[in-house]
């Protein structure tokens, strides 16, 4: 049987290519749109993550990282560096502004304002060096990208210009880029810019990234700073990442989740089609087996071989597709990640497609049934 | 020639059907996708909209409500008010940022509504009371039926809790809930009670609009002033960045896959017919009336598909909101436009492309066969 099923995938080639093509651009659908989920996740927990930081003090009430208002009395700082154990406490400031270029659209973009003799910086440079000098600031490359921008180029935010000192890799969160400025130019730029106007509440600390000796207990520290700070609330780093993509599922996943689930539904009802076309246009050929003695279970497994035969080749050619158009979406907007190897959707799709080829080969069991021999004779 | 083609494809029912059935599919998904983004677009700015102001005055250097923070003294509402042209003004206070309800965190537009600008609040009311009063919150009802919860029940609102006085309807998105709470109670927790995000202004008939924001301009310092379409137009610009544009791709990608689908379904059909087109050309037809033909069932299963898309999308894609309250659908019939543009070439170039060997046979191998 499996001969048979190799001369008839072998004996129209195009044909069987083709079918592979179909049913791998369907499987590349699903494994997209899983993959920009998967990317949108792991954007929004490596950003509490590659802060660098053991714990991470937020506004009593606020337990995100990120899309969240937090602000903290100015003299926190000193209260949770006077604590044991704590070696010394970043400060760190999310400002967003929009940013705009001639010519080009606006785009949300969130300063992540930090000490730069300190920590909270970008943690990973792709071109130039972070920023030393005054008015200079290190941008994410989806940035550089969409407007064109290079090292040692003007970022100009409500007429106030900084120079970018380098390219941040993988610096974008929420469908928002990062630029990362130092204190100083903040508080010039709030006052040089019209944007401080009738503010009497400006945005000066937002988090702390809190550093502790080696060996010290997080849990009983992070008690003492609520403790010694009652405006504030610690938080270990990975609990407050799990807060955003928690935030993450609400804010997009029941869209998300739609999305794919109508991927997998109308990509496997494609991919169901397809197979049962494959085998009706050969029911005379069928037939013949029939009138030859093969029983309609041996046929039937033979279909089953044939469609598992052709979901086997289609995914690693699904798995081609994908990256590719990911590439492609990377490269051209870098503010999306489009994580496509991740394990568990990449099995899901292949389970998926496994189990609609197989319905899709067992749709015309019934056509086989009722099949007469003698009319491929009559024929 | 035409006769023979209509009749050798409704021969078989079954395949024909298999076939339009799965361009129709591949046809819907990109339908679906398609709708995601008009309806989560139009949503994105309906608070906006159904406000139905002429101009909008929020802080200088601000031009969006989106990820943006806006503060204006509240006593430059009063002056704007004075100006002559002017017929009303009403004012919110606007916090974008994460609100917990039923446990979950929701990525809300926050506005804070005093008493005397009402108008400035809910448009639609499902249930309760429109106005929230202090340490009260109207909640959109999409997220009372996705967590279950209801009047009387408590939500969290960065570090305070409020009571659920009402539901209302129109104000769920993907990207900007809009949740209603006092003007008293946004204006604690930003430090701002005498203070506005945002100020509506309608303009007296007569009035030119263009006239009024330069006189709102002049007279009203370190403000940004806008027409509501340049407002809508902006902010729309800005939020359809955060997650619809992702539906976007999905859209080329999807029609990508439905052409791809249409060139396999309309190759496999003419391929299968070869044999026939072959004999028919030993007959004396010419090339000409051969691929005519087979373009003509090409183009009749990829229309019959589009016909069974447009059916499923305004039956079973229109209801779909029903059971998943958290989509916002906009099926609209220029959706299909660019779908039937774009199958055109590919049913046309993959007939031609299986008709091809049939075209160089020599009609006496069929004889000879």
């Known amino acids: 049987m499996f001969k048979f099923i190799y001369r008839q995938l072998s004996y129209e080639r195009p044909r069987t290519a083709l079918t592979c093509v179909a049913i791998a651009g369907a499987l590349a659908v699903i494994l997209l749109l899983e993959g920009f989920q998967s990317g949108l996740l792991l954007q929004l927990k490596s950003v509490a993550l590659n802060r660098g930081a053991d714990l991470i003090v937020a506004q009593r009430g606020v337990s995100n990282f990120i899309a969240s208002r937090s602000r903290l009395p100015q003299l926190s700082r000193e209260k949770i560096e006077a604590i044991n154990g704590v070696v010394v406490a970043h400060p760190i400031t999310m400002v967003p502004v929009i940013y705009e270029k001639q010519g080009y659209r606006k785009s949300p973009v969130f300063f992540v304002v930090y000490d730069t003799r300190g920590g909270g910086g970008p943690s990973r440079i792709k071109t130039g060096k972070t920023a030393s000098k005054p008015r200079e600031i290190v941008i994410d490359e989806s940035l550089a990208v969409l407007y064109d921008l290079n090292v040692g180029d003007a970022f100009i935010v409500a007429d106030f210009e900084f120079r970018i000192s380098a390219i941040a890799e993988r610096a974008s969160a929420l469908f928002t880029a990062f630029a990362f400025i130092d204190y100083d130019d903040m508080i010039d730029f709030f006052f040089d810019s019209d944007l401080v106007g009738d503010i009497n509440n400006l945005p000066l600390l937002s988090y702390l990234l809190v550093v502790l000796e080696p060996g010290a207990d997080k849990g009983a520290i992070a008690k003492t700073i609520e403790e010694v700070e009652s405006a504030a609330d610690a938080f270990e780093p990975e609990q407050l990442a799990q807060n955003d993509v928690a935030l993450g599922h609400t804010l997009f996943g029941p869209v998300m989740n739609v999305l794919i689930a109508a991927g997998y539904i109308v990509s496997l009802l494609v991919i169901g089609m397809i197979m049962f076309a494959s085998v009706h246009a050969r029911l005379r050929s069928l037939g013949v087996l029939k009138a030859l003695g093969f029983s309609n279970r041996a046929l039937i497994k033979g279909l089953l071989a044939e469609s598992t035969i052709m979901i086997l080749l289609s995914f690693p050619l699904a798995i081609c597709f994908a990256l590719l158009v990911a590439r492609i979406i990377e490269a051209s907007v870098p503010l999306y990640l489009v994580s496509i190897t991740e394990l568990v959707p990449m099995l899901r799709t292949f389970l998926a497609a496994l189990v609609l080829g197989v319905l899709g080969a067992y749709l015309p069991y019934r056509l086989i049934a009722r099949l007469d021999p003698a009319v491929v004779f009559r024929s | ?369």
Do not use: C
């Open chain 2, 1 to 369: 020639m035409f006769y023979w083609s209509l009749k050798t494809l409704f021969s078989e029912p079954m395949r024909l059907i298999a076939s339009a059935l799965a361009v129709a599919m591949s046809f819907v998904l990109v339908i679906f996708f398609s709708a995601v983004f008009e309806g989560e677009s139009d949503q994105m700015v309906a608070y906006l909209e159904k406000m139905d102001a002429d101009i909008w005055v929020m802080q200088k250097g601000v031009s969006n409500m989106h990820m943006a923070s806006s503060m204006v003294w509240d006593w430059k509402v009063d002056k704007i008010a004075r100006i002559p042209g002017v017929q009303k003004v009403k004012a919110i206070l606007y916090l974008n940022g994460p609100v917990k309800i039923g446990g979950k965190d929701w990525f809300s537009y926050i506005l804070g509504i005093k008493p005397e600008h009402q108008g400035a609040g809910p448009w639609a009311m499902a249930q309760g009371n429109a106005l929230p009063g202090i340490g009260e919150a109207v909640i959109p009802e999409v997220i009372s039926q996705l967590v279950g919860v209801k009047i009387g029940d408590e939500i969290t609102m960065i570090d305070r809790s409020l009571r659920i006085v009402g539901l209302t309807k129109g104000t769920f998105s993907m990207a900007s809930s809009v949740v209603f709470v006092s003007h008293h109670d946004l204006g604690d927790l930003l430090e701002g009670k005498d203070q506005y995000s945002y100020i509506m202004v309608n303009v007296e008939p007569g009035v030119s609009i263009a006239d009024l924001i330069e006189k709102i301009k002049y007279e009203v310092d370190k403000v940004n002033v806008l027409t509501n379409d340049e407002f809508i137009s902006s902010d729309w610009q800005l939020a359809v960045q955060m997650g619809a544009e992702i539906v976007r791709i999905m859209t080329i990608l999807s029609t990508i896959l439905a052409a791809l689908i249409v060139a396999f379904t309309t190759y496999s059909l003419i391929a299968r017919k070869r044999r026939e087109l072959a004999i028919a050309k030993a007959l004396g037809f010419r090339n000409r009336q051969i691929y005519g033909a087979a373009l003509g069932q090409s183009i009749i299963i990829t229309g019959f598909g589009l016909l069974l898309a447009l059916f499923i999308s305004f039956t079973v894609l229109a209801w779909l909101p029903r059971i998943i309250p958290q989509i916002n659908l906009a099926i609209r019939l220029h959706q299909f436009i660019p779908l039937a543009v774009a199958a055109l070439p590919v049913v046309i170039l993959a007939t031609l492309g299986a008709v091809r060997t049939v075209a160089k046979v020599d009609p006496m191998t069929v004889f000879r066969n």
